[in-house]
């Protein structure tokens, strides 16, 4: 499996049969190589020719073994395709420029900058984008190691020259030191920039791990191992240094200077210089080991405190616990952690077929895995160096390095074949692999693959690689799927869901699933009005409009009108077979859709070219064509009143008997237009009562709507049209009557026969209240129906009140109604013919007993009865007008004992008031004039017992003249004695017969 990223990058993700460690290696790797030819890239037209000469050959030697692997592979091309965890891209920029005469031979990365030493004794610098930030030749050979302080501000270098070169990036400061012999690896202390002691270590061919520190008087050498072998490579984190020689693995604790542990190589590991041994603390604690096909794990931990004794008292405060190891079917060129961002499985069958598991501790929690620059030899010769054979001492091309991601358990994940520029001539050795930042996590996490001619960033896949590999796929659903959930998390524009939905589209239709295609557009399409358009036009020139007629909005976004009238036009324009169907669609499209987004004119006139040419196909016999003209002409009709034509759309609803053909007359007024229409409403109106199963009887719609607007309906207009109806007639101005009498006064002989037909119950209550009937006129129609009350009541109002007491007698026998009757005209004769009457009818003569009052004397009754008449309930009914009329005297005797009593309290109510005296002074208005009193010296005041006081002049203005008072003096009071006054006030009474003139015009309404 192989995938090809933005930058060109190729890699093979694929999985190895469980079978490959029986074949020869050598077969395994042509098979992946060939794969990775197909779309590598970085190789020169020499290699692939000889690429080609090299499987040509094994292909002849190796005819059947090809055989099988080409069957496995048909075999194994139904399975699931394998996506790969990492994505790869090329260090651009200056990069390729620099190595073109020159090679690569170490790396180290730092703060976002990668430090890149060559065969040539050069050290460049550069960013992750291949930018070159500085460059300097510090040695003459090699540079086989070099270590790069946390905050990139010093470099520290170790070359084949025998020299250890640190220089500062940002200053001149640099130190140079010459070992004399070759140097192979070097560890600056951790904060290096930071201390004044500029500690590193160093190790080579001599041997010899040596410190460098620097003091008062220079660098200070500490020897701290030596007599191993050379030493290969060094690390140094927190306390402890980690190094490697030709007997295996050391830690040493500065912190209590001694050396904590020593890890053997394995016993039957190939020689040291050939496969280099990588180390690399995972964290302060963990060490891993990779050195040929074997991965250590090493953990440091404290030593237990325990009861010493004299034999451990001098042990080391650490401890070192070997966690896990096992063999791999490869040899490993580097090893970083790579923590898993998710839960991965492992390939199928790879793990247990390309790993061999040694040894294993207690199984860890941890989540972290590693990532492993896997090696495979193109043979075995290393194995068997004294061989003789010039084939087997010939250098054989390399295959292409792998990225490996495995477990701790030692199980592989995922696996990526690198094709790097020159591959084929490159050793174990020629590889490095780093971190790029080792606190990243996630999708930012990224590493550096580092080869003599080539540099390759390597990142984890993130969720747009996923949903860009489904792509590719054609696993359209699944990718959409991705990218909503993506847009939800992360909001959107991070991928074009758009673009792949349309990909997904075009694959749908290409396939014929025309339905499914149609379900995705709305997602696709969203509010981009062209791209509605467009996949709309699509499915028009495929046939297939009806699928995506239904998600086709009409709002947000809006479409041009030439879209929704292509789409009407289309469900018009079909075969008589589904003309039915599509009419019942396009209705109810028609209804679903606002009339604004396409051009109603024009479909009516579709719409009536459609129904005449089924009318002129139609025949009596076939009936289908007639469903389809009333489904058109609802439409019609509705596109009419959205059109603001309701005049033409109500015919149509007429004639399909619409139920909102009242609402329609209402709401655009259509009175005048339908004032010759009003038997046809009426008849309409109570069909669909009749429908609807109502049994509550009911003018029904119609009959309110001609009472309610008789401006426009004119009554004779209305009553003309329904004789033909009686019963019609009948709700008509029974309406109206209930309306305004008035309406209906030149046709109240009409209702007199119209009430006797259809309702007489109610006749009597009409001729109550109407007077514009003829009276006998309406006594024939009562007599021709035998409707008796209704005669009498006529009768009485014809004066022929004996010939309907007669009646009631008569045919009724109804004493209570004759006493009604009776009371009704107060006429004494008509007493005297009830009395008359019932002299020889004992029933009639209780019932007056019982009903009597002040019409009647009931003396007069009794002195008519007959000696001998026996009459049935006679003593209960004198008892109770014996009663009554003791009920009577009481009520007569309690009334005036009330009044007395009322009349006593308002009497003293009266005297107290007109005895009392109040305030009254000289200047006290008159009530009339308004002006004091005593005007004037000579001023008279009159004083009422009504308390008005008035001036003598003021009380006699009406023409009256008033005697003069009986002495004049200063003040009111003086004169001849209290005889005189009493006269005077006997003189005035007498000229003012009237009284108070305040009160009299109070009492004539004159305002005072």
């Not at 040493?252 to 039957?268: G, P």
């Not at 119609?702 to 004119?714: E, G, K, M, N, R």
């Not at 119209?754 to 003829?774: G, K, Q, V």
């Amino acid at each position: 499996m192989f995938d090809t990223n933005a930058n060109g990058l190729n890699v093979s993700s694929g999985v190895i049969a469980s079978d490959c460690l029986s074949e020869s290696p050598t077969s395994v790797t042509v098979e992946e190589k060939g794969r990775g030819n197909e779309h590598g890239i970085g190789v020169d037209g020499a290699e692939e020719e000889e690429d080609e000469e090299d499987e040509a050959g094994e292909a002849e030697a190796d005819g059947t073994e090809e055989e099988e692997e080409d069957k496995d592979d048909r075999d194994g091309d139904g399975e699931e395709e394998e996506e790969p965890a990492l994505k790869y891209e090329r260090i651009g920029g200056s990069f390729s420029d620099l190595f073109k005469k020159d090679s690569a031979s170490t790396a180290t990365i730092s703060n976002k900058l990668l430090a890149v030493g060559t065969h040539g004794g050069i050290v460049h610098v550069l960013d992750l984008s291949g930018k070159r930030i500085k460059s300097y030749k510090p040695h003459t050979a090699s540079v086989t190691d070099m270590c790069f302080e946390p905050t990139a501000d010093f470099i520290g270098t170790a070359s084949l020259d025998g020299q250890v070169y640190i220089q500062s990036l940002s200053t001149q400061e640099s130190y140079i030191f010459n070992m004399k012999r070759p140097m192979r690896s070097l560890a600056l202390e951790p904060g290096f920039a930071k201390k004044s002691t500029r500690g590193f270590v160093c190790g080579g061919m001599a041997g010899t791990l040596v410190m460098h520190e620097k003091g008062w008087l220079g660098h200070k050498e500490t020897t701290l191992h030596s007599g191993e072998g050379p030493v290969w490579q060094i690390r140094w984190r927190g306390p402890l240094i980690a190094w490697a020689n030709d007997l295996g693995v050391k830690v040493y604790d500065t912190a209590s200077q001694t050396r904590i542990t020593y890890i053997d190589r394995q016993t039957d590991s190939p020689r040291a210089d050939l496969f280099k041994c990588t180390l690399h603390w995972q964290d302060d604690s963990t060490l891993l080991i990779a050195w040929a096909d074997v991965i250590k794990v090493a953990r440091i931990r404290a030593r237990p405190r325990t009861n010493t004794s004299s034999t451990s008292a001098n042990l080391p405060p650490l401890l070192v616990e070997i966690t896990a190891v096992f063999q791999l079917d490869c040899m490993i060129a580097g090893i970083v952690p790579h923590p898993l961002p998710h839960a991965v499985s492992p390939i199928g069958g790879r793990g247990e077929a390309r790993h061999q598991r040694i040894a294993s501790a207690a199984p860890t929690t941890a989540p972290t895995s590693f990532l492993v620059l896997a090696y495979t030899p193109p043979d075995t010769s290393f194995l068997n160096e004294a061989t003789e054979d010039r084939s087997q001492q010939a250098r054989k091309l390399a295959e292409r390095p792998e990225l490996r991601i495995v477990t701790r358990g030692g199980e592989e994940l995922a696996a990526d074949a690198l094709t790097v520029a020159g591959f084929q001539n490159w050793s174990c050795n020629d590889y490095t692999l780093a971190e790029v930042d080792p606190n990243d996590v996630g999708d930012t996490r990224s590493y550096v693959v580092l080869s003599p001619r080539d540099a390759i960033i390597v990142r984890p896949r993130d969720r747009k690689d996923h949903i860009m590999w489904l792509v590719e796929r054609a696993r359209y659903e699944e990718a959409l799927e991705e990218v909503e959930m993506l847009e939800m998390e992360e909001g959107a524009g991070i991928v074009d869901a758009a673009e792949i939905g349309e990909k997904y589209i075009e694959h749908l239709i290409v396939d014929g699933e025309f339905a499914k295609a149609a379900i995705l557009c709305p997602r696709v399409c969203g509010q981009n009005t062209k791209r509605w358009e467009d996949w709309i036009f699509v499915f028009a020139q495929k046939h297939r409009l009806q699928d995506i007629i239904p998600y086709v909005p009409t709002d947000s976004p809006r479409l041009d009108h030439l879209i929704y009238e292509m789409i009407l036009a289309h469900f018009l324009a079909n075969d008589r077979e589904a003309r039915f169907i599509m009419c019942s669609l396009f209705a109810r499209t028609i209804r679903e859709w606002p009339e604004e987004i396409y051009d109603i004119s024009a479909v009516i006139i579709a719409i009536q070219s459609v129904l005449d040419r089924i009318s002129s196909s139609s025949t009596g016999t076939i009936s289908r064509p007639e469903d389809d003209a009333t489904i058109l002409m609802e439409c019609l009709g509705e596109l009419y009143t959205a059109n603001r034509q309701p005049g033409k759309a109500l015919p149509f609803f007429l004639r399909l008997r619409q139920p909102n053909v009242f609402d329609l007359i209402r709401e655009h007024n259509l009175f005048t237009d339908v004032q010759d229409q009003a038997l046809l409403l009426v008849e309409f109106d109570h069909e669909l009562m009749a429908k609807s199963g109502s049994k509550q009887p009911s003018r029904g719609t119609a009959i309110q709507l001609l009472v309610d607007h008789t401006y426009s309906i004119p009554i004779p207009r209305v009553i003309q049209q329904l004789e033909s109806r009686p019963y019609f007639l009948f709700l008509y101005l029974d309406a109206l009557s209930e309306k305004d009498p008035q309406l209906t006064a030149e046709f109240a002989d009409l209702q007199v026969k119209l009430y006797a037909e259809y309702a007489p119950a109610r006749l009597i209550d009409f001729l109550r209240h109407s007077a514009h009937y003829n009276l006998e006129g309406a006594y024939v129609i009562c007599t021709q129906r035998d409707l008796v009350p209704e005669m009498v009541f006529l009768l009485g109002r014809m004066g022929n009140n004996k010939e309907a007491l007669h009646i009631i007698i008569e045919r009724l026998g109804d004493v209570g109604r004759a006493i009604d009757f009776a009371k009704e005209q107060n006429d004494d004769d008509l007493w005297e013919d009830l009395l008359k009457y019932s002299e020889t009818r004992p029933s009639f003569i209780r019932g007056l007993l019982e009903n009597v009052g002040a019409e009647i004397d009931p003396i007069r009754l009794i002195r008519r009865i007959k000696n001998g008449l026996e009459i049935p309930g006679l003593q209960p009914a004198l008892i109770k007008i014996l009663h009554d009329f003791h009920l009577q005297i009481e009520l007569l005797e309690g009334a005036r004992a009330v009044l007395d009593s009322d009349a006593a309290v308002v009497a003293r109510e009266l005297h107290l008031a007109q005895t009392g005296g109040f305030f009254l002074t000289a200047k006290t208005p008159c009530q009339i004039c308004s002006l004091p009193l005593q005007d004037s010296p000579t001023s008279t005041a009159l004083l009422f017992l009504c308390r008005h006081v008035v001036h003598a002049r003021c009380a006699a203005s009406s023409g009256l003249t008033l005697p003069p008072p009986p002495s004049v003096g200063p003040a009111l009071g003086h004169g001849r004695g209290l005889s005189a006054k009493i006269a005077y006030t006997a003189m005035l009474r007498a000229r003012l017969p009237r009284g108070c003139p305040v009160c009299r015009r109070k009492e004539e309404g004159v305002r005072t």
